[in-house]
């Protein structure tokens, strides 16, 4: 038998090494329907799931593929599906129910260009706002970004641990191009941690459902069977699960769902700084825009300009507190992203006009030219001198 | 505990009466949202005699519902229950059965959410033959929302959205369940409590995807818009024109104004379950352990059962 935790130095590409991480976190359930260029996260989780005791499941549609994750949630496994631009609309009815819920499970979308069908097999980051607001009605979001197939493990797995930690589902915001590219993976079963599902706190009888502890979130979940009995619904409802449809049972429980992302921030936010200290000019970007991006940053220490990067491993929640504490010491930000500019609409708001903001807009199909970031901030610094 | 009390005069408040069901029910959640007339509770109550004569408890069974006056009905249940969006019931029920084979997961919903919005996720489960007993609650029209054309309204009903009475050919719910791949379908409706109870035994003792109609009165909306009475008049409509024919060709279900309707158990026919299916031919073929819980799977604790041999329906 094949092992769970794939030790030692691969060369996997970004989907493949997102099935990977979810074995190593310790997904027993795949639910899934193919979709480019989401389809060889399915195909090697499909042929990896048999081999550790996990169960794959190719559904009837994105629909279906979220809700029976949602399910074998409930059943008492960590499950996990996957997807790609039209199929990521798809899900966004029982993501909210994951959300409202409090359903532990990951949801990877290795993104597309849009809208529609858009461009299947050519990248975008169009989806980084709908990944926020997708579903109906208010809720908070956690969404993780990574930038390379090494990524694509490591937080897959994170994925994994956050969903078990905040009681939710967790977003993996990858791209076409992380997704399909080949790079050498290095899985290191000791450098790997797992966070286990919270047993309930209380006996059967005693126990409340949705009772939430210090940390907003609520204390353990029993599967289906444990004999706890419990009410799960879409409904607004109350500690006990039960539906109670007035005022100020939302008004307890819709907060709390984004409360408990904000209440728990610091342990969830993740950025990574790359020459910062000294930099004029900082880029705040994601994903593989942050490897055109690193391109740029070079080409401007090249020329003097004193540029510096932010890389958001989470872009949702946004890391505002990070930027308001530099936006008074910079003369500006930049932010490439695959878009017309979603992410930077967040820059702004936390800036606040107390440093330039410019779009590095790109619709998508290919990655950003460094050049092009490059002559973003070149304008920059002319404005700021 | 009280079990039987006599009819109290109109008005009357019975008190210190239970129902002798009553822990399979969540008592702190009644009354019920249902209408007077309703089929929705002679089904549900079926639902946990047939719980009790099989020796279920609360730690063997899940329910699991979508959206609708059916939809409540995991609500009431006082088993692990979960009350999904619309529709979707069945694909959330296919992950906790997947992830839990050792215990029985029974879909209970209604004809617009499990044959319109989740007519995709029936036709798949029952195909893959995902170990599930779904029981639907046919009263041919959206009840919640006001009573709006269904896909099992008749032709020639009327429904809120259809004014001048429905034109749209109904699914005839046994053959579509059959010919998807069901291992057991059956109908009845809210009259023949004790049957529709068997069959619901039946259902949930068979391994694989199982499918149970229950064609119920809904004189609120279906009955009222189209002159059939209170709940009782429907039930005696159903005295009249009910046929009990077991291993009748579902083909010949379909369900008319005025016309005979079919009842019985029209399949019982055993094949490899979802799960049993990926064991034998994946697992044991590729030499890959299997995991712990189908290790236990289709040993439900069955002590009471008076279901099943598995042999084809005469």
Partial sequence: MAERILAGTHFLNGDEACAEGALAAGCDLFAGYPITPQSEIAERISRRLPQVGG??????DEISSIAATLGGAWGGKKAMTATSGPGFSLMMENLGLGMMTETPCVLINIQRGGPSTGLPTLVAQGDM??????????YGVVALVPSSPQEAFELTVRAFNLSEMLRM????????????????????????????RKAPNKPPGEFLLYEPGEDLVPQGMPALGDGYRVHVTGLTHDERGYPVLNEETQGKLIPRLRNKITHNIEAIVDVEETEIDDAEIVIVTYGISARSSLGALRLAREKGLKVGMLRLRTVWPFPADVLQEKADRVAGFVVPELNLGQIVLEVERAVCGR????SVPHAGGEIHDPGTILAAIEEVFAHAH | MLTKAKPAPAGEVLENVSHPMERFLRADRLPHIWCSGCGLGTVLSCFTYALDDLGLTDADVGVVSGIGCTGRAAGYLNLDSYHTTHGRAIPFATGLAVARPDKKVVVISGDGDLFAIGG????????RNVDMTVICVNNFNYGMTGGQVGPTTPIGSRATTAPYGNYENPFNLPY???????VYVARWTSLHARRLKEAMIEAITMPGFTFVEAVCPCPTNYGRRNRLGEGLDELKYYAEKSVIKHGADPADADLLPGNDVLVGRFIQKERPTFLQAYEHQILDKQHFVKPQAMQNQNHVRL????????KAAS
């Fill in chain 1, 169 to 196: 589902p967790i977003l993996v915001m990858a791209d076409e191009v992380v997704g399909h590219m080949f790079e050498r993976v290095v899985i290191d079963p000791e450098s790997i941690e797992i966070v286990e």
């Fill in chain 2, 303 to 310: 002590s009471g059962a008076t279901a099943t041999d598995g």
């Fill in chain 1, 55 to 60: 169960v794959f499941i190719q559904m009837e």
């Fill in chain 1, 129 to 138: 706002m709908q990944a926020r607001w997708g579903s109906h009605g208010d």
């Fill in chain 2, 176 to 182: 579509l369940a059959a010919s998807s791949g069901a």
């Fill in chain 1, 355 to 358: 440093a330039a903001v410019k």
């Fill in chain 2, 120 to 127: 995709n996720h029936f036709i798949h489960a029952a195909r």
